[in-house]
């Protein structure tokens, strides 16, 4: 069996190394070698905002636009850090313009893209719009910028976007790799500092590549608001962890938090792993109704300072027993931010052992929870083991003290 495990483990290394060289050709058969095509100097932290799929998917409108920017602006969302507005697929007519252009759906958006950036603004937020790496985009109801990325990059640009999630739809066989570095460079043609949010649903493995072409990858499939969607989604992005960095982060979709698929426990589990993982926190439920647990959730103050912690390492699975999980991630200051997932059916004590962290054996540290937003009076050295409920989570800050 070991011989075995040990076989399949090279195999895969093996491929892991062939796909590589193979991503690499490519982006030099583009004359881009290794070099960054985007330097827009945007999304030094993981982005954090609303986008508008997961809740309404095509039944949005600028009302409903307006309104999520007066409600993260009510509920104190954007001073913690929430400053995206996002359109997803459906804001525009069906055919471009007789000049190619987008238009916006007279039916939902009357007034404009443009207007509606201009009122977003001066809330003191950004814009984000959605197309496609395609000929149409995923619903095919509105044109896909491929062949057409400058001049779509110019529009965005002229508007005001300050986002762009490109998605994977209906293209002409080539591969991402290489239509998406095409907007890369309509994007920064344009000066306009955009975020850039590849959305190729890990086809590729973007975390290999996406670093030299856009602020944020997708490595999975869109998630779906349940339990076990959420986890696998966790799953899949924590293997790319090392490729995250300032500028560059591994996406594993947006938050689910307030669609009502999950219990309290599992939002707070969500809520959790896409922090420590420096994931983009993009709500995706209708703020104008949230309940007073999701907006708990999502305004965690303590949580979100993981996320956002400037040295910007993405947490990985640092120990294992059964459905049991440690994960961690150092911060700043020396400290380390660590998360305990039960996806069991039964409550367990989940160890921390320091040298599952990387502390050296003799370090005393002071713990943090914060959920519970209280220092722990006790300290810790060698290990630290919380009890944990079933599809619940308990997350904490360590600090150093001798």
């Given at each position: 069996m070991k011989r075995y495990l040990a076989s399949q483990l090279l195999i895969s290394l093996l491929l892991?190394?062939?796909?590589?060289?193979?991503a690499?050709?490519?982006?030099?058969?583009?004359?881009?070698t290794r070099r960054n095509l985007l330097t827009n100097g945007v999304g030094r932290t993981p982005p954090m905002g609303w986008n508008s799929w997961n809740h309404f998917w095509c039944g949005i409108n600028e009302t409903i636009v307006r309104e999520t920017a007066d409600a993260l602006v009510s509920t104190g969302l954007s001073k913690l850090g929430y400053e995206y507005v996002n359109l997803d697929d459906c804001w525009a007519e069906l055919n471009r313009d007789s000049e190619g252009n987008f238009v916006a759906r007279k039916s939902t958006f009357p007034s404009g893209i443009k207007a509606l950036a201009d009122y977003v603004h001066s809330k003191g937020l950004k814009l984000g719009i959605y197309s496609s790496a395609g000929y149409k985009t995923c619903t095919q109801t509105q044109p896909g910028s491929l062949g057409y990325e400058e001049r779509d990059a110019m529009t965005f640009a002229s508007w005001g976007i300050d986002y762009l999630k490109y998605?994977?739809?209906?293209?002409?066989?080539?591969?991402?790799?290489?239509?998406?570095?095409?907007?890369?460079?309509?994007?920064?043609?344009?000066?306009?500092?955009?975020?850039?949010?590849?959305?190729?649903?890990?086809?590729?493995?973007?975390?290999?590549?996406?670093?030299?072409?856009?602020?944020?990858?997708?490595?999975?499939m869109d998630i779906v608001d349940n339990w076990d969607s959420m986890v696998s989604r966790a799953d899949a992005n924590e293997v790319y962890a090392e490729y995250a960095r300032p500028g560059g982060w591994n996406d594993p979709d947006m938050l689910e938090i307030g669609n009502g698929g999950m219990t309290n426990d599992e939002y707070i589990v969500h809520f959790s792993i896409w922090a420590i993982s420096k994931a983009p926190l993009i709500i995706g439920c209708d703020l104008r109704s949230a309940s007073n647990e999701t907006l708990a959730i999502l305004g965690n103050k303590e949580v979100i300072d993981v996320n956002q912690?400037?040295?910007?390492?993405?947490?990985k699975k640092v120990r294992m027993i059964g459905d049991c999980e440690v994960w961690a991630a150092p911060l700043t200051g020396y400290r380390m931010a660590v998360l305990f997932v039960n996806r069991a059916l039964f409550a367990y004590g989940i160890p921390a052992h320091w040298d599952d962290l990387g502390l050296p054996q003799d370090t005393v540290v002071q713990v943090r929870d914060l959920w519970k937003h209280e220092t722990l009076k006790k300290t810790?050295?060698?290990?630290?083991?919380?009890?944990?409920?079933s599809h619940a989570c308990k997350m904490f800050v360590l600090t150093p003290i001798s």
């Amino acid at each position: 069996m070991k011989r075995y495990l040990a076989s399949q483990l090279l195999i895969s290394l093996l491929l892991l190394i062939s796909f590589s060289v193979s991503a690499s050709r490519f982006l030099r058969s583009e004359n881009d070698t290794r070099r960054n095509l985007l330097t827009n100097g945007v999304g030094r932290t993981p982005p954090m905002g609303w986008n508008s799929w997961n809740h309404f998917w095509c039944g949005i409108n600028e009302t409903i636009v307006r309104e999520t920017a007066d409600a993260l602006v009510s509920t104190g969302l954007s001073k913690l850090g929430y400053e995206y507005v996002n359109l997803d697929d459906c804001w525009a007519e069906l055919n471009r313009d007789s000049e190619g252009n987008f238009v916006a759906r007279k039916s939902t958006f009357p007034s404009g893209i443009k207007a509606l950036a201009d009122y977003v603004h001066s809330k003191g937020l950004k814009l984000g719009i959605y197309s496609s790496a395609g000929y149409k985009t995923c619903t095919q109801t509105q044109p896909g910028s491929l062949g057409y990325e400058e001049r779509d990059a110019m529009t965005f640009a002229s508007w005001g976007i300050d986002y762009l999630k490109y998605d994977n739809c209906f293209f002409d066989g080539t591969k991402p790799i290489v239509r998406y570095p095409k907007m890369t460079r309509a994007l920064m043609k344009t000066g306009r500092p955009i975020f850039y949010s590849l959305c190729e649903w890990g086809d590729m493995h973007p975390a290999l590549w996406g670093d030299r072409v856009g602020n944020s990858w997708r490595n999975t499939m869109d998630i779906v608001d349940n339990w076990d969607s959420m986890v696998s989604r966790a799953d899949a992005n924590e293997v790319y962890a090392e490729y995250a960095r300032p500028g560059g982060w591994n996406d594993p979709d947006m938050l689910e938090i307030g669609n009502g698929g999950m219990t309290n426990d599992e939002y707070i589990v969500h809520f959790s792993i896409w922090a420590i993982s420096k994931a983009p926190l993009i709500i995706g439920c209708d703020l104008r109704s949230a309940s007073n647990e999701t907006l708990a959730i999502l305004g965690n103050k303590e949580v979100i300072d993981v996320n956002q912690d400037p040295l910007g390492v993405q947490a990985k699975k640092v120990r294992m027993i059964g459905d049991c999980e440690v994960w961690a991630a150092p911060l700043t200051g020396y400290r380390m931010a660590v998360l305990f997932v039960n996806r069991a059916l039964f409550a367990y004590g989940i160890p921390a052992h320091w040298d599952d962290l990387g502390l050296p054996q003799d370090t005393v540290v002071q713990v943090r929870d914060l959920w519970k937003h209280e220092t722990l009076k006790k300290t810790y050295k060698n290990k630290f083991e919380p009890t944990i409920a079933s599809h619940a989570c308990k997350m904490f800050v360590l600090t150093p003290i001798s």
